[in-house]
């Protein structure tokens, strides 16, 4: 599946594109910048990025995401994709919108943006979130793409879409 020289191309869905794609996104540009090209954008987008998922993407992960920007799927939607990932169940549907063939998966994170307690409780919903996305990244990250065919893939995605985060 893979093309020497050639990066995957990813998107990742979210509702708001404000924190859960956000996340995705920065993460994937850490983790699999190697392999992949990765973006991110919202079903109804916020049209700004949340300041606490930018702070956490900073202070806890050390990454700096001051040019995330929160955007409509749209954007997109004549791209050329390898991979589409929702991160909400609002984003599911719209991952079927996009031209080609590219592999569809469903990974839906709880919206930490509708957490209420204290700043720490709030910011706490949003750290395990993160960590949560990262931790499926990883596993991600680490399959073999050139030695799986399409079908391989879009099970394994499957599969750790249903897999627990490990938290």
Known sequence: METSGQKFRILFLCTWNASRSIFAEYFM???GSSRFDAFSAGVKPRGEVSPITLGILKDKF?????????????EFKDSQLDFIVSVSEQAEETSHAFPGKPILAHWPYEDPSLVRGSPEEVESAYFRTASRIRY????????SFDQLDRLRIELKMK???QSKDGL
Do not use: H, V, Y
């Not at 499926?136 to 399959?143: A, I």
């Open 29 to 31: 540009r850490e983790l």
């Open 62 to 74: 050390r990454i700096d995401a001051s040019d995330a920007r929160s955007k409509s799927w749209e």
């Open 136 to 143: 499926r990244l990883q596993l991600f990250n680490n399959l």
């Open 159 to 161: 599969e750790l879409g």
